[in-house]
């Protein structure tokens, strides 16, 4: 894994420990207070031992707050370890606060501290913290995976933080071989506390790299799964050598069978072959030694247009021109190539930054491309069967699936830009066979219409006319459609507005 990936890794672990941490601590202190109110004094939470308790929660809680944001490991590890060594001491103090107020003598300090040379309450709240701290330490070891060499040398650190505090706590006197017993007994228990912990810790950071080696193929190790659709699992993935971002696209074991073989193989290759900017860019293809199809390509950081709309609403409409151009420019080199995509629609198109520019349309998932220049999809279309999503199906597909050409990717487009005007459908319904039958037969509302709103007349009329029921009343070819667009007068949508535009929406349409 590389030192940013690792960082990130590391840093989300630190917070969940430090989280999971605060968690147990504010628990400690809820139950302290409620004994305290019901069975003891309100004059006990003044003391210092009570202070020191809520400083115990304090120190996870920063914990978390230092490294919920990715940082490098550097960083992370260094909260990690003065932070569990600064809390073992803060344990073991409270510790021997709580003996020195517990004590049997009244009269000052060191008549408490002389009392506890032959009273046991000492020994018991040395115990008390070894085991809390104990606690800390092996809940750190089961969500922190780290080397077993790491976890001792940890361990050792905070057994000597503790021991030094507890060492501390008593004044010379005549009882010495008795605190020498209490030291030993004290470093026995958290020696056996260690090595629970470091078996621990080796056993989980042996799964982890099982995990990791399970994850991994060939040059590319999976970090975490970005999206899933009907024909695969999309993963963020990155490269042994190459630093450049990469989604690794996988077709699981359950989904393996001889024509989802195909597909998966024909999308690769159909998109391969694609070279247009505004359409996804493939890398890599292989199959693990056990059997697993995947692809790599490269990774966009954006949004669907899906997220857009269902987080922010109806898009402008020169913004919605600036998308649509660029999609027509995509379907028209496949076109160009006798490739019909056959499943336009808001979640295969993704706005990102590329190349310093924001805004950039990118056509996604070619995996039910129909390959006209080779046949008949070999095989792989057949009457009966809807081919594509139905809110984005051209009524031809409807009645016959292998009917589709560049004029039904033209009907999608236009039901892909009524969803931006309008921030719905062209169609509601809550059946697919209600949904298919508006399709068929039901007349377009403008989008104007729908939304209640103006909307320039040029472009409400374009977005109808995509949305003919009959092909030959539709923009005859992509680049008609594009040279449509163009001609429409509307300022144009430009760096300044896509960039004003993610600033303000682009952190909450990325997190849905």
Not at 85 to 95: D, E, Q, S
Not at 250 to 264: K, M, N, S, T, W
Not at 396 to 412: F, G, L, P, Q, T
Request: glycine residues 8%; neutral net charge; aromatic residues 6%.
């Amino acid at each position: 894994m590389n030192d940013s990936l690792l960082g990130q890794s590391l840093s989300a672990r630190v917070a969940l420990f430090g989280a999971a941490w605060a968690g147990l601590s504010v628990f400690g202190v809820f139950v302290h207070l409620m004994t305290t109110l019901l069975l003891g004094s309100p004059s006990e939470l003044v003391q210092p031992s009570f202070a020191t308790q809520l400083v115990v929660c304090a120190i996870p809680f920063i914990m978390w707050l230092l490294c919920r944001s990715p940082r490098d490991a550097a960083f992370a590890r260094a909260v990690e370890v003065v932070g569990l060594t600064l809390g073992a001491a803060t344990i073991a103090f409270m510790c021997r606060l709580l003996a020195v107020e517990t004590a049997p003598a009244t009269e000052g300090v060191g008549a408490r501290f002389a009392a506890l040379l032959t009273d046991a309450s000492y020994e018991r709240f040395v115990t008390i913290g070894v085991y809390a701290s104990g606690i800390m330490f092996t809940l750190r070891s089961a969500l922190v995976p780290s080397r077993t060499r790491y976890t001792l040398l940890l361990g050792l650190a905070m057994g000597a933080s503790i021991v030094l505090v507890l060492a501390s706590a008593v004044p010379p006197g005549p009882d010495g071989p008795r605190r020498a017993k209490e030291a030993v007994s004290t470093t026995s228990l958290w020696l056996l506390v260690l090595s629970v912990c470091a078996v621990l810790s080796a056993t989980i950071y042996g799964l982890h790299q099982e995990i990791r080696e399970a994850r991994q193929l060939g040059q590319y190790t999976l970090d975490e799964k970005i999206g899933e659709g009907g024909m695969g699992i999309v993963y963020r993935a990155h490269h042994a050598m190459l630093r450049r971002p990469t989604a690794i696209k996988l077709l699981p074991h359950d989904r393996v069978g001889d024509e989802a073989i195909q597909r998966f193989q024909r999308e690769v290759q159909l998109t391969a072959e694609l070279t247009h900017p505004n359409t996804i860019t493939v890398y890599d293809y292989g199959r693990t030694p056990d059997g697993v199809f995947y692809y790599a390509m490269e990774l966009l950081d954006g949004a669907t247009v899906q997220a857009l709309v269902d987080t922010t609403g109806a898009q402008p409409p020169a913004r919605v021109v600036h998308v649509l151009r660029m999609v027509a420019g995509a379907l028209a080199e496949a076109h160009g190539r006798g490739l019909i995509h056959r499943d336009i629609k808001p979640a295969n198109v993704i706005l990102s930054e590329r190349g310093g520019a924001r805004d950039v349309a990118t056509v996604l998932d070619f995996g039910l491309a129909r390959d006209l220049a080779n046949g008949e999809d070999h095989g792989l279309t057949f009457d009966g069967k809807i081919m594509g999503t139905p809110m984005y199906l051209a009524p031809e597909v409807i009645k016959k699936a292998n009917a589709a050409d560049a004029r039904s990717d033209i009907y999608a487009l236009g039901a892909v830009a009524y969803f931006m005007l309008t921030g719905q459908t062209v169609f509601e319904a809550s059946t697919i066979v209600e949904v298919c039958s508006h399709h068929l037969h039901s007349p377009v509302a403008p989008p104007s219409q729908r939304l209640g709103a103006s909307i320039p007349a040029a472009l409400d009329a374009l977005v109808v006319q995509c949305l003919a029921k009959d092909p030959e009343s539709r923009p005859q070819s992509a680049h008609a459609l594009a040279e449509a667009l163009a001609a429409i007068d509307l300022p144009a949508w430009t760096e300044i507005d896509a960039r004003a535009w993610w600033e303000a929406h682009g952190a909450r349409v990325k997190a849905r």
